[in-house]
Structure formats: structure tokens, C-alpha cells
């Protein structure tokens, strides 16, 4: 027993090894909001008049509403006038090239081990590098263009190709849906945009790499994802974050549209800092996410693997409107130390014939809570919709806790809807096999643990899947009970 | 919206509890009074729950509850003919009978069979004078007030009900029947029946709770009871609900385990038009057992809304949850089971199903399943499934030359003894059998 209790010492004592601050100057905004702070982003960004007035109606919106109370989760007040809600690393206006970024800024995509350099990389991945407030480079951008692919910042989507924008920002999660939501319409700063054309096999994943740097701020990115008829697409998203002792708020929101045939396939690590480990300081995730399924038999999946943060809030959706739709939903989340994760999914069957998978797999240690909450509903009209989850949660002592909150409303007799969910720990029988077979019990908590979640960690690309691999390593060795 | 429903009702019961009170008569009233003052209080300020409270999100209690009644009258003795009362439903059972007419005690209508030393039956304002220890330990101690706006309101205005005290060692041979009917035949009415069930040291019981109504005028039954079962003791618990299709029920019963007793429930619920189930079980003790059954069957618009809360607070203790449900026509079952393990209650086992038929293209099934777990020494598992019959099983029947009404009759007859199958004694499974078959039209298929 002194032997487990030193190696969960051990566990929570290890590093958070994206701490780092990088020295660089920065463009910012006062602290606090109004609607001066609107009107400053936007002409900060060079909007034109209706994004102006788009944000203008969200922060009006955003100031009728309250902080959700209801999620699973101790939440200090936050102060919102306390925050910066923009900051940019200073910069030439324009970039020409890859080359003429601030070498500073590329030491640090260097050392989380992101090479904004397109011949260095060895897999096909563009990265879109959104540090603090802007996109400070897209790879590949050329290579893609010529497929009619765009992929490029928020800013620069919202300049060249306002009818896309206008079109589907907002149109899956609306300003009203949540008061983040709506805080992140008002004030958003940057983000990914992607569109991918009418039969168009995107031939490399793309891939948003989120670095909050500046104190004080928070971050508020927006991605929007449109796939066209007959288009697949891959996304990942990774980010990090700075160890500091206040905390800081990161609000996204994300917008996925899959028309017809469609394939959009969206993949999270999220590493923001978690604290330390008596739970000072770390990220606020609040992140709307959602997708729609317009055409029939177009397909979203999510898959995250949420191991950072000190409070996640986080529910990717799948509207799954066309028919012969799919939505898969795979998860898995760690908490460890004064951690708290509130996620999990919406299903929202309205086509015909359409089919939906969760997978959630849930981790706690230390004095972590975690949550799971998520909704299955069948509407009327949704015949032969199909819906299985499972949600699992394993637990690392008994001052962690876990939670399943799962809704599933049915209103269609011809639905089939199955939900299974257990909670146990690490069997004593299996660490004593691995044991037997002279592992340490460091390893075989490790490989079960991979075990345990690997039926997610597969959904993964495997650029992700072996950083998420190694996570799940950090998060947890030795942390046996 | 909360202020909009909720004033009317409040001042109804304002206007309402002094009339009550005086008369209750003076000697209640003194013992009485202060906390139905204090439960009055609560219920004010809680209010009657709308669907924005988390715990009512699909079932809408207001408009049942809305200015028809009269909060003073629930005292009115009814004019029922007692040998209709009982005759029939209870024919040819062997058992203690208590008959509760609008939560009071109907004396000659009740046949108390059991001897004295073996199990003591009272209505619950005799136990008041006779038991007055017991009830300064139990009553509304088991079950609080101050957090439900219901219990509240049934606390405030709690008049009769049944008191079951089984000594310790004591085994009850005969099953006790606590029968409430809700009479509406001349008057809209509502009833706070209020039972107090104490189980001694190593006692064994087995109760059954059966609810009918009668007449057109709406009836509303606000039912609590409060059940302790100390060490080693057992209880069987059985609740039978065959309301008419205008009466609503809210029920609401508490039962305190102590180390190694067992309480087997089942809940049945074949009528009303709105009946919600909230059934909480504090397994507070090392050893304990407490199995969880419900079945629930639904048509017309009607709406059965079964809450369950089981807390496991001591280690290696055990729950075994089960409830099934039947949807049919334009029918609402709304499912939430509620699993909470404690840091100290190491070593627990919880199990709970939740498995729905829906039968009806509008029919809905609402079921929210919910662990929440301190502990890391467990084993807890939870499933659900909603969905249309089986194809295969019909099939099978099919093909051996059934008719389809036979065989689907056939199917849902099995699906629902599954849980009639759970009650540990043989001729109250066969009473609830029997109840069950004819209301549900299986016997002539």
C-alpha cells in the first residue's frame, strides 16, 4: 500500500511539460468588456459592417443571459470584466512566407513539437497555428487551394469569402444557444475555417493547434468546418497552455456542416493546463461544439481525448437531420487532482433510418470529479433510428468521483435505443496477472489503462493517437488504488 | 411561470390549513402543531415544482393541482358501503386489511388478524397517543420536509394513515393490506395519506399498498411513508397503483436500512392519469440488501413517472434495481434511477435495468439512469433499452400458429412477469398476477 501511495505521489509531483511562457511582445485590448471591446476586435480585424453588427447583436444577447448552473461542476465566479479579450503576438502585417514568422514564435511551435516548417514535415498535416487571439500561419495552403480546398484562419475566411461565412456561421450553434456561445459570438478573435468542395477527398488531415501565451486573457477561437456533397474530411485540434496561478478561460465554438455523402471526422487531445495539485490556477474549457448531418447518409464523428483543463465543460453534438445518418461520439477523459470535467454528447435523431454510437470513457484520480452527461432523443418522425452507448468510468481512489447523467428520450416506437454503463477500478486480479508476469505495477495499470481506452484512442489519427497514448502515460502512471 | 401556477394553489392552502386545524381538535393540534407550521412554511417557500426543476423536467404537476380542491375537507368521512369496499378485490385472502378512504381510517371496513404481540396495527392518530416514543423517533424524521415541496404540503396536512410496528424477532404471518381509495364521487378531492412502518430488530413483514379510486370528480393523492428496518430485519413491500384514468398521484416513501437487512420493493403501476413514484432507500448499514422492482403500463395520456434515489452509504452493501415498462397510445413513462455511492461505502455492488416497450407510434419514453459514485472499491453497473416488441419471439409464435394479438399478448405478459416474479410471496404474487392479467386483458388470449 506505501508502495501505490508513493507512486501516486509520484503521478500528481509530475510536470506539466507545456508550462513554458514565451517572451514575446504582444498587441492587446484592455481588460474588460463592453461594446467598446467588440467594436475594437472587429476593427482590429478589418471586419466588414455585418460582422460588426452580428457580434453587437451576441454580446447584447450575451448580456440578457445567466451562467449555466446546472452541469456537475464547481465553478468560481467568473469576473469578465477581469479579462483581456484580445491579444495578438506583434507581427509584420504581412506574411509573403513561412519564413517571415517571428522566430520566437517558431521556437515555440518547435518545442511543443509542431513544425510550421511544410518541408520538415514528414506526414501530411497542415497546421493551422492559432497562438493567444490570431492565426499566425496556415501550412500546405497552396497544395490545398489547388483541390478548391480552403483552409485558412477565421479572419482571413470571413475577408475572402464572406458568402460562405454568412451563410453557415451561427447556422449550428446559435448566438443564443449558451451564454458562452453567445460570449464567443461577441468577442470571438480567430479560428480555423475549412470548406471542402463537392467530391473532394481531402488528401491530408488538417489540424488547428490552439497556444494560449498572454496572461490575463482569454481565448476565444471559432472553427467552422463545411463539407460539401461527397467530401470527406479529417480535423484534428490540439492545444496547450501556459502554467499560471489565475485561472484563464478558453470559450470555443465549433461548427461542423456534412451535406449529403459527406464525411467529416473531427479528433480533440486537449492538454490545457490543469492546474497544479492542490488545483490553483489552470483552464476553464467551456467549448460548445456541434454538428449537422443536412444531407442523407453524410456522417460526423467526434472523438477527444480531454486530459488538461481544471474545469471541462464540453458537449460535441451531432444533429443528424439527413437520413441513413451517423453520428459517433468517442471519448476519453482524465481527471486527476481537483480536476472537474462535466461531457459528453448530444444525439438529436430527426432523419430517418439514422444511427448513433457513444463511447465514453471515463478516468478519475486524485480528488477529480467526472461527469458524464449526454442526450439521446428520437423525434417523432425519426423511424428506425438506432442509437447505442456505453459509458464506462474507473476509478483511482476513493476521493475521485464519477458521475453518468444520461438523458434518452424516445417519441418513436420503431427506435432501438440501448444504454450501458459500469463503474468499477482496476481489477486486483488483473494488476496481480501482470504482476505475475513481472511487470511492475506501474506498467500494468499503464497497459490496462491503454486497454481500457483503446477502443476510443483507435478512433484516432495516428499522429494523435501516439501523443494521446503518452498522455494517458503522464496523466496517470502508478496511480493505483 | 413558477409564480404564476404556484400562487393560486399556495393561497388555497393558506385559506385552507387554519380551517384544518381547528379541526383536527385540540389535543393533535398542540402535539402537531408546530411542525405542521414549520411544514406549511417549507412548502410555501419551495412552491409546487414546475418542469424547470430538474427533478420534475418531464412531468408537470401544477395543472392537476390547480384551485379545484379543498384543502380543509380531506377530514370528510365518505358514505361508501364497507363490505363494497373490500369484498371483492381481497377475496379469499388471508390477511390484516387497512382501508383508508381520502387518507382516513375506515375501522369497519379494516380486519386486523394478526395477534398483538406479533405486529400492532393502528391508524396513525392513535399511535400518536399510544406510541408516542416511536413517532417522537420516526415521524418525519425519515422522511424530511424542508427540501420536498410535497412532503411538505402531506407533512402540513397529514391526518391518518397507517402505523405498522413489528416488535423485535417478530415474524408476521399474514400479510398487512393498507387499501386507500380516493373517493371523488361527490367532491373534487385531495388526500395526504401518511404511513409510519417500523421494523424491530430481525422482524419480517410483508406489506402491500393498493390505491384505487372512485368517481368522476379529479382526485389527487399526495401519499408519504416512512419505513425503518433495523438490523438483520426483512421487509416485502409491494405497491399496487390502479387508479381511475382522473386521479393523480405523487407518492413518496423513504426506507432506512441498518446493517444486514433486506427490503424487497415492487412498485406496480397500471392506472391514473399522472402518478409519479419517488422512492428513496438509504442503505445505511454494512451487509444490507435492497431490491428495487417496477413495472409500469401505460395508455390513453396518461403518465407514469417513476424517481428513484438508492444511497449507499456503508460498505459492502447491495441494490438490485429493476423496472420495466409498457407504452402504449398517446402513453408518457419518464424513468430516473438514481445510484449514489459514498466515499466510506467501499466494496458496494449496484445494479440497475431500465428496459421500455413502446408499442405506439406516440407513445414516449423519457428515462434518464444516474450514478454517482465516491468510491473506488465498486462494482456499478446501469443499462437501459427502449424499443419496439421483438421481432423474433413474434416470429417464433407465428410460425407455431398463433395469431398475432395472441402472441403479442403472449410476449407482454412474459416481459411484465419478469418483474411479478420478484415478489418473495407466493399468494401476493398471485393476487398481483390476477390484477395485472385482467386489467391488461392477457387471461382470455
Not at chain 1, 451 to 458: D, F, I, P, R, T
Request: aromatic share 8%; glycine share 6%.
Amino acid at each position: 500500500m506505501s508502495n501505490s501511495t508513493a507512486l501516486l505521489e509520484d503521478i500528481t509531483s509530475s510536470e506539466y511539460k507545456y508550462g513554458f511562457v514565451t517572451d514575446i511582445e504582444a498587441d492587446e485590448a484592455p481588460k474588460g468588456l463592453s461594446e467598446d471591446i467588440v467594436r475594437f476586435i472587429s476593427a482590429k480585424k478589418n471586419e466588414p459592417e455585418w460582422m460588426l453588427e452580428w457580434r453587437l447583436k451576441a454580446y447584447r444577447t450575451w448580456l440578457k443571459m445567466s451562467t449555466p448552473k446546472w452541469a456537475n461542476l464547481e465553478v468560481a465566479n467568473i469576473d469578465y470584466q477581469a479579462i483581456k479579450y484580445y491579444s495578438a503576438p506583434k507581427q509584420k502585417k504581412t506574411l509573403n512566407s513561412l519564413d517571415e514568422i517571428d522566430p520566437e514564435l517558431r521556437a515555440t511551435f518547435e518545442k511543443l513539437g509542431i513544425s510550421l516548417d511544410e518541408q520538415k514535415r514528414l506526414t501530411g498535416v497542415a497546421v493551422d497555428a492559432v497562438i493567444d487571439s490570431v492565426s499566425i500561419a496556415t501550412t500546405f495552403k497552396g497544395k490545398l487551394a489547388e483541390l478548391g480546398i480552403i483552409f485558412c484562419s477565421m479572419s482571413e475566411a470571413i475577408q475572402e469569402h464572406p458568402e460562405l461565412i454568412k451563410k453557415y456561421i451561427g447556422s449550428v450553434v446559435p448566438v443564443s444557444d449558451n451564454y458562452f456561445s453567445a460570449l464567443n459570438s461577441a468577442v470571438f478573435s480567430d479560428g480555423s475555417f475549412c470548406y471542402i468542395p463537392k467530391g473532394v477527398r481531402c488528401p491530408m488531415e488538417l489540424s488547428t493547434y490552439f497556444r494560449i501565451n498572454a496572461a490575463e486573457t482569454g481565448q476565444f477561437e471559432r472553427t467552422l468546418i463545411v463539407a460539401e456533397e461527397g467530401s470527406t474530411v479529417s480535423y484534428l485540434e490540439g492545444c496547450t497552455a501556459p502554467m499560471r496561478d489565475e485561472n484563464q478561460l478558453h470559450a470555443a465554438v465549433v461548427e461542423l456542416v456534412a451535406h449529403k455523402d459527406s464525411y467529416i471526422k473531427y479528433s480533440t487531445v486537449q492538454n490545457w493546463y490543469p492546474g497544479d495539485k492542490e488545483g490553483k490556477g489552470g483552464i476553464y474549457n467551456f467549448v460548445t461544439k456541434r454538428g449537422i448531418c443536412l444531407g442523407n447518409h453524410s456522417k460526423i464523428s467526434w472523438t477527444q481525448v480531454e486530459t488538461g483543463s481544471a474545469i471541462t465543460w464540453k458537449y460535441p453534438s451531432v444533429i443528424l437531420k439527413g437520413d441513413y445518418s451517423v453520428g459517433e461520439f468517442y471519448s476519453v477523459a482524465v481527471t486527476n487532482n481537483y480536476q472537474q470535467a462535466d461531457t459528453g454528447t448530444k444525439m438529436i435523431h430527426l432523419g430517418k433510418n439514422t444511427k448513433s454510437r457513444i463511447v465514453s470513457k471515463g478516468i478519475s484520480a486524485g480528488h477529480s470529479q467526472n461527469s458524464y452527461r449526454g442526450l439521446v432523443e428520437v423525434a417523432k418522425r425519426a423511424d428506425n433510428a438506432r442509437n447505442f452507448s456505453q459509458c464506462d468510468s474507473l476509478l483511482m481512489g476513493n476521493k475521485c468521483g464519477a458521475h453518468t447523467f444520461p438523458y434518452i428520450e424516445v417519441k418513436n416506437q420503431t427506435a432501438q435505443v440501448e444504454h450501458e454503463a459500469t463503474t468499477s477500478k482496476i481489477g486486483e486480479d488483473q494488476i496481480f496477472y501482470c504482476n505475475q508476469r513481472g511487470m511492475s505495477t506501474e506498467d500494468a495499470v499503464a497497459l490496462i489503462v491503454n486497454g481500457y481506452a483503446k477502443e476510443v484512442l483507435n478512433q484516432l489519427p495516428m499522429e494523435f493517437a501516439v501523443e494521446a497514448q503518452k498522455l494517458l502515460a503522464i496523466s496517470l502512471e502508478g496511480s493505483v488504488g | 411561470m413558477t409564480e404564476k401556477l404556484a400562487n393560486p394553489i399556495s393561497e388555497a392552502v393558506i385559506a385552507n390549513f387554519h380551517a384544518f386545524e381547528q379541526s383536527l381538535g385540540a389535543d393533535t393540534v398542540a402535539i402537531h402543531h408546530h411542525t405542521r407550521k414549520e411544514a406549511l412554511n417549507h412548502f410555501l417557500r419551495l412552491g409546487v415544482p414546475t418542469t424547470k426543476n430538474e427533478e420534475w423536467r418531464y412531468t408537470n404537476i401544477a395543472p392537476s393541482l390547480k384551485g379545484k380542491f379543498d384543502f380543509a375537507k380531506t377530514s370528510k368521512s365518505s358514505n361508501l358501503d364497507p363490505e363494497f369496499l373490500t369484498s371483492t378485490l381481497f377475496e379469499g385472502i388471508e390477511a390484516n386489511i387497512i382501508v383508508l378512504v381520502n387518507g382516513k381510517y375506515l375501522p369497519y371496513s379494516s380486519t386486523v388478524l394478526s395477534p398483538i404481540h406479533e405486529v400492532e396495527i393502528l391508524a396513525l392518530d392513535r399511535a400518536i397517543e399510544k406510541r408516542s416514543a416511536i413517532l417522537d423517533t420516526y415521524y418525519t424524521k425519515v422522511a424530511p420536509y424542508n427540501n420536498n415541496a410535497l412532503n411538505a404540503l402531506n407533512t402540513a396536512f397529514a391526518e391518518q394513515g397507517a402505523f405498522i410496528y413489528v416488535p423485535e424477532g417478530k415474524e408476521v404471518e399474514l400479510p398487512i393490506f393498507i387499501h386507500h381509495i380516493a373517493d371523488g364521487t361527490s367532491d373534487s378531492t385531495i388526500c395526504h395519506p401518511r404511513n409510519l412502518i417500523v421494523l424491530g430488530k430481525n422482524a419480517k413483514v410483508t406489506i402491500v399498498e393498493t390505491y384505487s379510486s372512485l368517481g368522476e370528480n379529479s382526485v389527487f393523492t399526495n401519499a408519504l411513508s416512512e419505513v425503518v428496518v433495523s438490523e438483520g430485519a426483512h421487509l416485502e413491500y409491494v405497491k399496487m397503483q390502479a387508479e381511475k384514468g382522473n386521479a393523480t398521484q405523487v407518492n413518496f416513501t423513504q426506507i432506512n436500512h441498518a446493517g444486514n437487512s433486506t427490503s424487497n420493493t415492487t412498485t406496480i403501476t397500471v392506472g391514473g392519469k399522472l402518478v409519479r413514484n419517488n422512492l428513496h432507500i438509504a442503505v445505511d448499514g454494512e451487509f444490507a440488501e435492497a431490491n428495487l422492482n417496477g413495472l409500469y403500463w401505460l395508455n390513453a395520456d396518461r403518465l407514469v413517472d417513476n424517481h428513484t434515489l438508492v444511497d449507499h452509504i456503508q460498505p459492502n452493501s447491495q441494490s438490485n434495481e429493476l423496472y420495466k415498462g409498457i407504452v402504449s397510445d398517446k402513453g408518457t413513462a419518464v424513468f430516473n434511477g438514481k445510484i449514489f455511492v459514498k466515499a466510506e461505502a467501499q466494496k458496494t455492488n449496484a445494479f440497475q435495468s431500465n428496459r421500455n416497450i413502446l408499442l405506439s407510434p406516440d407513445g414516449t419514453v423519457n428515462t434518464k439512469p444516474q450514478l454517482e459514485i465516491f468510491a473506488d472499491d465498486v462494482r456499478c453497473t446501469h443499462g437501459c433499452t427502449t424499443g419496439a416488441m421483438d421481432n423474433e419471439p413474434m416470429f417464433y409464435l407465428r410460425s407455431r400458429g398463433l395469431d398475432e394479438n395472441t402472441a403479442r399478448a403472449m410476449l407482454l405478459h412474459a416481459f411484465a412477469q419478469e418483474v411479478v416474479e420478484k415478489i418473495n410471496h407466493d399468494s401476493i404474487k398471485q393476487f398481483i398476477a390476477r390484477q395485472i392479467d385482467s386489467l391488461l386483458g392477457f387471461e382470455n388470449e
